[in-house]
Structure formats: C-alpha cells, structure tokens
C-alpha cells in the first residue's frame, strides 16, 4: 500500500540518529496533514517526488488504472494519492496565472473540470477530469474578497470543492452543490481540532483545506461516517496512520504538506530529563524484534515519574506487582522465570488508549507506583506513574510501546518522538514533555 520511496525516506530518517551515547539532534521535516474517510479498493501514496518522478509514476498508475485523489506540492516536491478511477486525466505544473487561466478554458471547453489546485512559489499546479456543468475558480482573494465571494456563489448554488493560498491570498474552486457548507481561516492545529470535533457532531465532514505559516484554513460539508484527520505530522506517524487506517476500510481523502513537522508522541517523562535508550527498534540480537519490533526500552533509575506521551484515556494498569525475573541472571528460588504468556512479565503496566484508535503501553513500572485509574482521561504530559524494575527485566527501566487498535498485547508500530525522533540504542533521549498543567 505503501511506496518504495517512502521506506527509503524512513531508512534515511534513521540514519540521521547521531552516533552511541550521544543526544539526538532535531530533525527537520516536511510535515503531512490529511482526512480519511470510508472506502475500498486499492490506494497508492507517495511523497518526495521531484516534477519528472511525479510525471513518471503518475503515467503508470493511470495506466493501472488509477487517477489523481489528492495533490500537494512543497518547495517543488510532490506528494500525490492514487484512487481507481477511469477517463481522462490531465495535470500541469509551473504554470502562471495566466497560463493557468488559458489551460483551465481549453480543458472546460473539452468537458474537464478542475479536481485539485496548488500553489507553489507563486506557480500553479492543477488536475482535470471529465465534469460538466458550471466551474468558477478566483485567486488573489484577501480574507475578506474571499467570504464576500463564496457567499456570493453559495447563494448561486455553488460549493467549494478546492482551496489554497499563498502569501495570504486565497485562491479556490466552486461547483455545483447544495446543502450546509462552513469554513474557517486562520486556525492554530488546537483550534482546527476543536472546530472539527463540533461540525463532526453536527453531521459535517472535512472536505478541504489549505495550509500556511502554520495556520489552517478548512472547509466542512454534510458528510456521515467514520473520519480521521491528522496534521504536522512527521512521515513515520503519517505511514503508520495510514496503514491502520486502511486496515479499518479508510482510505486517504486528500493530502497536505507543511512546513512543520511533530511527532505523535513526546517521551514519557518531565520535560528537560535525558535518559539512555538501553535498546531501540529492530534489534535482531535483543528482544525488539518480531512484534517488539518498534519498541523502546529507556533505561532510568526507579522512581522516576513517568508521563502521558500523548492525551488518552487510562484503559488498563496493574499495580501491585512485587516480584521479577532478571533472565542474564541464573535461576534461582529468588529470580524464577514467569508462566509464557503471564501478565507478570510486564511487571505492574499502564495502557493509554489514543485519538484513532492507537495505545500506548508502559511497562516495568514501581509497585503500587500507578498514580492514574482506569477511566480518567489524561493530558498529554500529565504524570501517570514511577518507574520501576517489576516483570522480566534485567534492571529498572521503562519499556514502552505503541500498538494500533489493540487490546492485547501485539504488534508494535512505527513512531516518532518530539521533532520526529526515532531514537536508537545507545542515545541519550531529552524530553520536552510539558503542558501548561505539568510543566
């Protein structure tokens, strides 16, 4: 479901990790914001891509039989979704306003009407499929041309179907349609998220938007069903988002690239504390393999507070473990290995789960050390428990991980800490887990 060039991406993001023993260094990275939404059938992504591989892996997919879902374009790169579809495509790049104003009547003219619009550095991109009936697209709106405009069309009968903007200027598409339409400019991701969660309850659903300067313009339609959304996410997250997704029958309803990128997760303890990680992902000669293969194992003396690496609701714990078996050591009546499968081999544990269905697992923690119930709902960066040496562990440390729709212990997915951290053994990992509640 996934490009090749994307599991490149992720084998030069861990390349990045800087040398045993020392700290991790910020990564800067293009960020991804999407929606999903209800669908079947195949879908194929990718990101990265300069003019020429776009143009290249666009002409095989459509001989494939795919089309152009989504487009974006960020300093010059692409990144693009596939969906099924069949007819005629056409799409151009680099193009000013008046080439694009000249190509757009051609292709109206030809029964096409615009799908997707972007601007980058000033230039236009576009893609066209077969429609009929009206189309009218404006750019160089200020904030205020742009309400006066689309109220003027919503009064018509028309909806926005596509939005972008450059520079503060507005530019979007309407077409024929009916029923509510809302929007708002000018949003932090807070409040996108927030605007979201009250039009989702109202029956409305994310059907565009438009990023810049780290500020978030969306539109919301009448919709129903099941909707994601993500945003500033670094390319792990993203890919692991996506693939959970897509095997809950979602698929990628549009895609958008920003100039910020954060990771899903923040380390589980106090903001400015550096700890080891005494073993990272794919570790073919410990433990981290197989459905541990994204795991993280960070070693801290016991008692140390842990944190909420993201908002959730307390799901599972245990707490009243006393016992552990360090397996380096040799068994004795004092160090005995627990039953295969036992919930001991955790020690005493906590489970988060998260917006999207992911959980977050914290394992090894100190007897009666749990500060949270099940139930409550915590903050992000909001002290859940202490650290401890409970379950099978050969000394204290925290071993903590991120499963996807789980309730059982499983398979671990790929992430990404802070500034899209992916920390391997031998690091010393520096947290900035804080809120205004738990600074």
């Given at each position: 479901?996934?490009?090749r060039?994307?599991?490149?991406?992720?084998s030069?993001?861990?390349a990045?990790?800087i040398l045993a023993l020392?700290?991790?260094?910020?990564?800067?990275q293009t960020g991804y914001?999407a929606?999903?939404?209800?669908?079947?059938?195949?879908?194929w992504?990718?990101?990265?891509?300069?003019?020429?591989e776009?143009?290249a892996q666009d002409?095989?997919?459509?001989n494939?039989?795919l089309r152009?879902?989504s487009l974006?374009?960020?300093g010059g790169r692409f990144?693009?979704v596939?969906?099924?579809g069949?007819g005629a495509q056409?799409?151009?790049?680099?193009?000013?306003?008046?080439?694009?104003?000249?190509?757009?009547?051609t292709?109206?003219n030809q029964?096409?009407?615009?799908?997707?619009?972007?601007?980058d550095?000033?230039r236009f991109?576009?893609?066209?499929?077969?429609?009929?009936?009206?189309?009218?697209w404006r750019s160089?709106?200020?904030?205020?041309e742009?309400k006066a405009?689309?109220?003027?069309y919503f009064?018509?009968?028309?909806?926005?179907t596509a939005i972008?903007i450059?520079?503060?200027?507005?530019a979007?598409v309407?077409r024929?349609g009916?029923?509510?339409?809302?929007?708002?400019?000018g949003?932090t991701?807070?409040e996108l998220?927030?605007?979201?969660?009250?039009y989702?309850?109202?029956?409305?659903?994310?059907?565009?938007m438009a990023?810049?300067?780290?500020r978030y313009t969306a539109v919301w339609?009448p919709?129903?069903?099941?909707?994601?959304f993500?945003?500033?996410r670094c390319l792990?997250?993203?890919?692991?988002?996506?693939t959970?997704y897509f095997?809950?029958g979602?698929r990628?309803?549009f895609?958008?690239?920003q100039?910020r990128a954060?990771g899903?997760?923040r380390y589980?303890?106090?903001?400015?504390?550096?700890h080891?990680?005494?073993?990272?992902?794919?570790?073919?000669?410990?433990s981290h393999?197989?459905?541990?293969?994204?795991?993280?194992?960070f070693?801290m003396?016991?008692?140390?507070?842990?944190?909420a690496?993201?908002?959730g609701?307390?799901?599972?714990?245990?707490?009243n473990?006393?016992?552990s078996?360090d397996p380096t050591?040799?068994?004795t009546?004092?160090?005995?290995p627990?039953p295969?499968?036992s919930l001991?081999?955790w020690?005493?544990?906590v489970?988060?789960?998260h917006?999207?269905g992911?959980?977050?697992w914290?394992?090894h923690?100190?007897?009666?050390g749990?500060l949270v119930?099940v139930?409550d709902?915590?903050?992000?960066?909001q002290?859940?428990a202490?650290s401890?040496?409970?379950g099978?562990t050969?000394?204290?440390?925290?071993?903590f991980q991120v499963?996807?729709?789980?309730t059982d212990?499983?398979q671990?997915?790929?992430?990404?800490?802070?500034?899209c951290?992916?920390?391997?053994t031998?690091t010393?990992a520096?947290?900035n887990?804080?809120?205004?509640?738990?600074p």
């Amino acid at each position: 479901m996934h490009a090749r060039s994307l599991r490149g991406a992720l084998s030069a993001l861990a390349a990045l990790s800087i040398l045993a023993l020392q700290p991790i260094a910020a990564v800067a990275q293009t960020g991804y914001a999407a929606v999903w939404r209800p669908g079947t059938g195949t879908q194929w992504w990718r990101s990265g891509m300069t003019v020429d591989e776009f143009k290249a892996q666009d002409q095989t997919y459509f001989n494939q039989g795919l089309r152009i879902q989504s487009l974006a374009i960020r300093g010059g790169r692409f990144a693009a979704v596939w969906r099924p579809g069949d007819g005629a495509q056409w799409w151009r790049s680099g193009m000013t306003i008046d080439e694009f104003k000249a190509q757009d009547q051609t292709y109206f003219n030809q029964g096409m009407r615009l799908t997707a619009i972007e601007i980058d550095n000033g230039r236009f991109a576009a893609v066209w499929r077969p429609g009929s009936g009206a189309q009218w697209w404006r750019s160089g709106m200020t904030v205020d041309e742009f309400k006066a405009q689309d109220q003027t069309y919503f009064n018509q009968g028309l909806r926005l179907t596509a939005i972008e903007i450059d520079n503060g200027r507005f530019a979007a598409v309407w077409r024929p349609g009916s029923g509510a339409q809302w929007w708002r400019s000018g949003m932090t991701g807070a409040e996108l998220e927030a605007q979201d969660q009250t039009y989702f309850s109202q029956g409305l659903r994310l059907t565009a938007m438009a990023i810049e300067n780290d500020r978030y313009t969306a539109v919301w339609q009448p919709g129903s069903g099941t909707q994601w959304f993500s945003h500033a996410r670094c390319l792990v997250d993203f890919k692991t988002e996506d693939t959970a997704y897509f095997n809950r029958g979602l698929r990628l309803a549009f895609i958008k690239l920003q100039g910020r990128a954060v990771g899903a997760y923040r380390y589980p303890w106090k903001s400015g504390e550096s700890h080891t990680v005494g073993q990272g992902n794919n570790n073919a000669a410990g433990s981290h393999n197989g459905s541990q293969s994204f795991a993280f194992d960070f070693t801290m003396p016991s008692g140390t507070q842990l944190r909420a690496a993201r908002a959730g609701t307390v799901e599972w714990l245990q707490q009243n473990q006393t016992t552990s078996y360090d397996p380096t050591k040799p068994t004795t009546a004092s160090n005995t290995p627990f039953p295969n499968g036992s919930l001991q081999n955790w020690g005493n544990a906590v489970r988060l789960r998260h917006v999207g269905g992911f959980t977050s697992w914290y394992f090894h923690l100190q007897t009666n050390g749990v500060l949270v119930r099940v139930g409550d709902t915590v903050q992000r960066g909001q002290p859940i428990a202490t650290s401890g040496n409970t379950g099978r562990t050969s000394g204290p440390h925290l071993h903590f991980q991120v499963q996807a729709d789980s309730t059982d212990w499983g398979q671990s997915v790929a992430i990404s800490f802070g500034d899209c951290q992916v920390p391997t053994t031998g690091t010393s990992a520096t947290s900035n887990n804080a809120n205004a509640n738990f600074p």
